[in-house]
C-alpha cells in the first residue's frame, strides 16, 4: 500500500517512519526541505520524498494519484503569530489536493478538546478537524495530550524543570488536571489505525491510563530520577511573567512559551478509551515512559527531537537558501591548523557542543547563550540530539545544522541566535589543514559596529577552538591500532 507521510522530519513522523516501511508499507514522505530529510539507507529505497508546503497550494500537485492512506501531522503552533489562519488553509489545500487522489482513509494526530473553554492552540487543532473532515476520503482524528517520550517537548521541559530547580515558585496552572500518554502508545495506536475499517470518519481520545497535575507529573519525575524537590504554587504570576518562567528555564523559544503556557490553563482528560478497546492496546504508566525515555538516552538512541523542528529556533527558512556561505558583504574570520590526525580532528569536530562543550573557554559560549536567552533568542539550552552523529536541520545549540558530510570532513553551521545579520561557522579539513571559517553578513550599520565590538572575544573564542580541535589524541592513535 502506499502511504502519504506529512510531518515526515517532524517528531511523531520520524518515529512512525520505519515502523510503516516495516509493516511492509511504501512511504512518501512530504517535507518542506529536501535538505533537511534524512533517513537510514536501509530504507532509502522504500520511500519516495516529494517536497511540499502546505501553505502554497500549487506546490501539492506533487502528491502522487495513487496513495491508499495519509498522515496528516503537521502544525504551525507559534511559528507565527497567525499560526490559525496557517493551520486552516493548510488543512483546506490539503484536503482539496487529496480529494484529486484515490486516498481511502486520513489519520490525523491533533489534541484533546474536550474542555468548554480551549486554548488558541487546542481551537485551532479542532478547526483543522473540521476542515479535513469534509474532505471525499474517511477521516481518523486522535486526539492527544501530553507524549511523553525522549525528545518530546514536553518531556524535555519537564526534564528541564525538574533537574534544574530543587525549588520551584511556580504558576497555579501546575494544578491544571492532563492524561500523559507514552510515545510508544501513539506510535502503535497511529500504526494499528491505519486502514482499520471500524475508525474511518470517527474520532478517538487517546490518553494513558493516569490522569495528573502538571505538578504531579513533575514530582513523579523526580521520584523516578531519585531526586528531592520541592514545589509551591502562587496565584499571582501572570500568563507573561509564566512564559519568560518555562523560556529561562528549559529549552523552549518564548514563541512556544507562551503557546504552552496557554494551552497548560486548559484541562486535557480524554472522555473515554474507546480506542484501546478497539486496538487491544494497554497504555503504559507515566513513571514507564519515563524510564523508556531515559533509556533510549543512556543509549544515545534518540530517534528525534522537537527541538530539530524550525518551531525550536527564531527562523522558518530553507536550508537550501543557507547552505553556500556568501562571500560578498561579509566579514570572515579564516583560522587553519595543521592536524596530524584528521580522522581523529574530525571526531571532535562532531561531538561538538551539547554536553561535550565548544572546548575551549565554554564559560563564554554559556554567557553568549545567556544574553542571547536574554533577548529573546534561543540560547545554548537546546543542545543537541545525538551524542556523536549530525545530520542536516540538526539543532546543534544556537545553530542549525547546514550541511554535515564526514567523508568529506566538512560541517556548515548557522546561527539561529539573535543578531544584526547572518552568521556562518564553517569547519572542513583540506589536505591535512583544518579551516575553520566564521562569516557574518551584517544587516546595516548595527551589524558592522557589532561585529567590530566582538572582534576580540572571536580572537580569543576562535583561537582557542581550532587548537583545541587540530589537538593530537595519542590515546586516539592507540584505540585505531
Avoid at 526534564?159 to 492524561?179: F, G, H, S, Y
Avoid at 512556544?256 to 494551552?263: E, G, P
Avoid at 529556533?313 to 543557507?322: A, E, T
Wanted: with cysteine; hydrophobic share 40%.
Amino acid at each position: 500500500m502506499k502511504v502519504l507521510l506529512t510531518g515526515a522530519t517532524g517528531y511523531i513522523g520520524k518515529r512512525l517512519l520505519p515502523i510503516l516501511v516495516e509493516r511492509g508499507c511504501h512511504i512518501i514522505c512530504c517535507v518542506r526541505d529536501k535538505n533537511k530529510f534524512y533517513v537510514d539507507d536501509s530504507i532509502k529505497d522504500k520511500i519516495q520524498v516529494i517536497e511540499i508546503d502546505l501553505t502554497k497550494k500549487e506546490t501539492l500537485n506533487a502528491i502522487p494519484p495513487d496513495i491508499d492512506f495519509a498522515y496528516y501531522l503537521v502544525h504551525s503552533m507559534s511559528s507565527s503569530k497567525n499560526y490559525s489562519e496557517l493551520e486552516k488553509q493548510s488543512a483546506i489545500n490539503f484536503r482539496e489536493a487529496l480529494n484529486k487522489t484515490n486516498v481511502k482513509q486520513v489519520i490525523y494526530l491533533s489534541g484533546i478538546v474536550n474542555s468548554e473553554t480551549l486554548s488558541k492552540h487546542l481551537n485551532s487543532r479542532k478547526t483543522v478537524e473540521i476542515e479535513l473532515s469534509k474532505g471525499k476520503f474517511a477521516l481518523t482524528t486522535l486526539r492527544a495530550g501530553i507524549i511523553i517520550g525522549s525528545g518530546s517537548a514536553s518531556f524535555e521541559i519537564i526534564r528541564d524543570l525538574v533537574e534544574k530547580l530543587p525549588i520551584m515558585i511556580a504558576p497555579k496552572w501546575l494544578n491544571t488536571k492532563c492524561q500523559p500518554i507514552a510515545i510508544s502508545d501513539v506510535i502503535d495506536i497511529l500504526t494499528g489505525i491505519l486502514g482499520n475499517v471500524n475508525a474511518y470518519n470517527k474520532s478517538y481520545d487517546i490518553a494513558g491510563d493516569e490522569i495528573l497535575t502538571y505538578k504531579e507529573m513533575l514530582l513523579k519525575f523526580a521520584q523516578a530520577r531519585g531526586l528531592k524537590r520541592r514545589i509551591w504554587t502562587v496565584p499571582v504570576m501572570s500568563p507573561k511573567i509564566s512564559s519568560y518562567w518555562l523560556y529561562f528555564i528549559t529549552s523552549t523559544s518564548y514563541k512556544l512559551a507562551i503557546s504552552l503556557v496557554d494551552s497548560m490553563k486548559v484541562e486535557v482528560i480524554a472522555n473515554d478509551d474507546e480506542i484501546n478497546k478497539l486496538l487491544q492496546i494497554k497504555p503504559i504508566s507515566y513513571k514507564e515512559s519515563i524510564q523508556r525515555a531515559f533509556n533510549k538516552i543512556e543509549q544515545n538512541e534518540i530517534v528525534s527531537s522537537w527541538k530539530d523542528s524550525t518551531v525550536s529556533g527564531r527562523l522558518d527558512y530553507k536550508i537550501s537558501d543557507y547552505i553556500k556561505v556568501p562571500e560578498f558583504g561579509c566579514f570572515k574570520d579564516v583560522r587553519r591548523k595543521e592536524v596530524t590526525n584528521p580522522d581523529e580532528c574530525i571526531e571532535r569536530i562532531w561531538k561538538i557542543g551539547g554536553d561535550t562543550g565548544w572546548y575551549y573557554a565554554n564559560w563564554l559560549w554559556e554567557l553568549r547563550g545567556f544574553i542571547d536567552k536574554v533577548f529573546g533568542g534561543v540560547g545554548l539550552n537546546r543542545g543537541r540530539t545525538n551524542l556523536k552523529q549530525i545530520h542536516a536541520g540538526d539543532t546543534l545549540d544556537f545553530w542549525r545544522v547546514l550541511y554535515a558530510n564526514k567523508d568529506e570532513k566538512r560541517l556548515v553551521l548557522f546561527a539561529e541566535m539573535k543578531l544584526p545579520g547572518e552568521a556562518w561557522l564553517e569547519f572542513k579539513i583540506q589536505d591535512n589543514i583544518l579551516i575553520q571559517t566564521a562569516s557574518f553578513r551584517p544587516l546595516g550599520l548595527k551589524g558592522r559596529l557589532y561585529w567590530y565590538l566582538v572582534l576580540p572575544l572571536h580572537g580569543l573564542i576562535f583561537n582557542g577552538l581550532v587548537n583545541e580541535l587540530s589537538k593530537h589524541d595519542t590515546r586516539y592513535k592507540k584505540m585505531a591500532g
